[in-house]
C-alpha cells in the first residue's frame, strides 16, 4: 500500500486549501483511512477519518472548518479545509489503518506528508 499526499501550500488567514490523498495497493472498505498533521513543536494528531463502519470523526478544533470526502473508485481521499488559522500550520499526512477502527497505534501507512502554512 502506498500513500501519496498532494496539495499543500501557503495561505493567509481565512484562506482555504484542499489535501488530497492517492492510494494504491489493495485497501479495502474495511480500512480506516485518516489525515493526521504534525504542527511544530508537537506530536502526530489525528485530524480526520473514516473508520471501517463508515462513520466520520473530525478534531474538535477543526470540525466545521474542514471536511473529509473520498472517491472509492478513483482511490482517492480529501481534506477540504477553510476558514484556515495559523494553528493550523503543520504537516500533514494520509495513513491507512487495515484493522479499520483508527486506533492511533494501528497505522501501518503513511504517506510523505504535505505542507500546510497559514501566514498573514
Known amino acids: 500500500v502506498q500513500l501519496k499526499e498532494s496539495g499543500g501550500g501557503s495561505v493567509e488567514p481565512g484562506g482555504a486549501l484542499t489535501l488530497s490523498c492517492v492510494h494504491s495497493?489493495?485497501?479495502?472498505?474495511?480500512?480506516?483511512l485518516a489525515w493526521f498533521r504534525q504542527r511544530p513543536g508537537n506530536g502526530r494528531e489525528r485530524v480526520s477519518y473514516?473508520?471501517?463502519?463508515?462513520?466520520?470523526w473530525y478534531l474538535d478544533s477543526v470540525r466545521g472548518r474542514f471536511t473529509i470526502s473520498k472517491d472509492n473508485s478513483k482511490n482517492i481521499m480529501f481534506l477540504q479545509m477553510n476558514n484556515l488559522k495559523p494553528e493550523d500550520t503543520a504537516m500533514y499526512y494520509c495513513?491507512?489503518?487495515?484493522?479499520?477502527?483508527?486506533?492511533?497505534?494501528?497505522?501501518?501507512?503513511w504517506g510523505q506528508g504535505a505542507q500546510v502554512t497559514v501566514s498573514s
Open positions: 495513513a491507512a489503518d487495515p484493522r479499520g477502527w483508527c486506533r492511533a497505534g494501528d497505522f501501518g501507512f
Open positions: 495497493g489493495p485497501i479495502y472498505s474495511s480500512y480506516c
Open positions: 473514516f473508520s471501517r463502519d463508515g462513520s466520520i
